[in-house]
């Protein structure tokens, strides 16, 4: 059986881009579109040197083997992106010969060396999330109900103390003990079950759920708050309370990161294919993602590292656990949660949800085929 030279352009890793002698795109695979950013109708008959710049080594090298007939590469090459962080590929042109004599186009290939090693720490760091989220479940359900009883008995001894110093002592005992309780009190929300109740949800009415609940609290105060959600985007099977949760926590950080600087909240939304993904092996996964953006005082390179680790905070008051829920919730949703931070200027916070609709057999007559409207 004669093979599809597309499904074959599909299936590589790199991104693959075909131009005929003139430098037109003729054919360019998905991976190409994802590092270039362009859908492949818009790309399409466009010249290479439109897609990057006329400078860049694509279209440089592109140039060189149509005049030559000669493979070329150049390592290590800049890409710049609007939606994602910039990247870094090889570039490979080699020319494509008509009827093996005639220089009639080109082949280039584009690899991201990366792009294995981060799929690789991808289900790493998921496993690091839910594994955190089952210790801190199972050490919230073992501390509760002794640390109860220790501020109960604190308590005791505080009223009946006889002197000063065991009056001191016992506040102490319940001082600490509820500071503790606290703490168990946020682990408690990995414990309340960790399965998620699955139904079709309007992604853009939790987020507009979250912005009711923020618009009266003081941080929000004087902060410019822009949407930008795709009217388009239909519903998704995921559990709303949890993302719910995730959102807030995102918005919160947000806020307290412009606290006396008021600037602007952005929330955005967009269908995505985002090849770190795959609920299947070998099908692609359409994506939602959800932006959560801030003009805050932002983070530099090692506080973003630090960032998802349970515990780190620099706010006073903080406990450090916003992200790792929110890390949490999202790898239950088989999704990830990306940040982008520059000191002094931003974060932007992406969660990007597998886009499912099928719903469990009960609910599947409530699947509404319809786009949403925010
Ligand atoms: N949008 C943001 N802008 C700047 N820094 C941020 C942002 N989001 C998170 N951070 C940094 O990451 C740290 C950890 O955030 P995280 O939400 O996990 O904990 P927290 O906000 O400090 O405490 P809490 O447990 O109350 O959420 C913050 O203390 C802050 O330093
Ligand atoms: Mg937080």
Known sequence: ?????????????????????????????????????????SALGLPVEQLVTSDHAIARLARMVLQDGVAVSEPNQAIERRNEADSKVDVAVSPLFAEGRHLDGAVIVLRDRGATRRLEQLESERERHLAFGRIAAGLAHEIRNPLGGIRGAGELLARRAESDKAKQTADLIVRESTRIAKLVEEFMVFARGDELDLSLVNIHRVLDGVLELIAHDPLAEGIAIERSYDPSLPELLADADRLHQVCLNLVRNSLQAMEGDPGRLTLKTRMTLEHRIALEAGKRQPTLAIWIEDTGCGMDASALREAHLPFFTTRPGGTGLGLAVADYWVAKHQGILDLESSKGVGTSARVTLPFRRNAPERNASTASPEGMTP
Do not use: F, K, T, W
Not at 18 to 41: F, I, K, P, T, W
């Open 1 to 41: 059986m004669a093979r599809d030279p597309q499904d074959v352009m599909e299936a590589l890793l790199a991104g693959v881009i075909v131009v005929d002698a003139h430098g037109q795109v003729e054919e360019l695979n998905s991976v190409a579109c994802r590092m270039l950013e362009y859908s492949r109708e």
